[in-house]
């Protein structure tokens, strides 16, 4: 099956869950998708499987597609995240993540600094350094794919598997700050520093210092995009 007639209709339907277009408890018809979208059955159970696998649906025997509230939605896998990010749920989204984000990677820097491995602490901090270089050049989109490696390396460091595995989620809002021109054309000299400061504490063994120069590092990264969610009220399920 041609995968972009599957990305297509995941997409078309995913994003119009997530925005709130349909809504939860809404039942949806594969005839109705197949006829409005052009595409075959088998496209469509292509796309239901991979939208239930988010929780975004249900399939009901003799009843249809059945909508699920955002309470089933699988709040880390990337797609949703993504979606979310290019969506009136973009405040709740960044802000989620950004304070995930400072109650993990703080901890996940000094973890590293006490276990990972010598040569992922050289590479931490050779991405530091490279990041400092790019960042200074203005060169946005080869910045954004450095901090995401640092980034993820670093949550691989700690030696600690849950932690490894948000590296997607904070990949995926990483970069949909960018897209969303909520990073400075050229970062802070000071942002750039405190992730030389964590390379090198970690490299070094220092965990206290890791700590505190990532917790720097997230509380300029909340100062920032704050703005976007500063009127959105928190969810409770």
């Known amino acids: 099956m041609p995968s972009s007639l599957h990305t297509r209709v995941t ?30 059955r088998s496209v469509i159970r292509e796309s239901v499987r991979v939208l239930a696998s988010i929780g975004l649906v249900e399939s009901v025997k003799r009843v249809g597609i059945r909508v699920l509230p955002q309470s089933a939605w699988n709040a880390y896998d990337p797609t949703l995240i993504r979606w979310r990010l290019l969506g009136p749920g ?76 948000l590296d997607e989620p904070i990949a995926a809002v990483l970069s949909g700050r960018t897209d969303l021109g909520l990073m400075p054309t050229h970062p802070h000299e000071t942002a750039l520093q405190w992730h030389v400061d964590v390379a090198d504490a970690i490299q070094g063994g220092h965990p206290q210092k890791a700590r505190e120069s990532m917790e720097l590092i997230m509380r300029r990264t909340i100062a920032e995009v704050e703005p976007t969610w500063a009127d959105t009220p928190r969810l409770w399920f």
């Open 90 to 165: 973009k405040g709740e989204q960044l802000r989620s993540l950004t304070e995930l984000r400072a109650a993990v990677e703080p901890m996940a820097a000094e973890l590293a600094a006490r276990h990972a491995p010598q040569p992922m602490s050289a590479e931490i901090l050779n991405l530091a350094a490279q990041m400092r270089t790019v960042g200074r050049s203005g060169d946005l989109e080869l910045f954004l794919e450095l901090d995401i490696k640092f980034h993820s390396l670093v949550l691989h460091g700690s030696g600690n598997e849950m932690f490894a595995t």
């Open 11 to 40: 997409e078309h339907v995913g994003r119009s869950i997530v925005d709130g277009v349909v809504p939860a408890g809404s039942v949806l018809h594969s005839d109705e998708i197949e006829r409005s979208q052009g595409v075959s």
